[in-house]
């Protein structure tokens, strides 16, 4: 655990989380300023601060994050219709805390991928 990771500290329950999905090696919680009506962040336990970090050090872990993601849009009704697996890679990508997560994101027209 990185002691000044916030989601380090998700995990291990010192900051509350409205969490729906749990397994292992995997934490799944919503996200406190939601983009659209299901915006689930989908996070290994284990601390990797980029998503390449993770794939390079653990790929069956990458492996697990994904099916994750696939089962956070099952359980929360939005795999038919569709949704968005994010993740913001370094500072020029936006990622704002440097423990890798997916943003699993749906619920309604997502739009296009970036902004014009």
Known sequence: MAVDCLFCRIVAR?????????TDQVLAFRDIAPKAPVHVLVIPKEHHPTFAALGQEDPALAGALAAACGQVA???????AGYRVLFNSGPN???EVFHVHAHVLGG??????LAR
């Open 14 to 22: 010192e900051i509350p989380a409205d969490v729906v999905y749990e």
């Open 108 to 113: 309604k027209p997502l739009g296009p991928m």
């Open 93 to 95: 990508a936006g990622q």
């Open 74 to 80: 099952l359980d929360e009704g939005v795999a038919d």
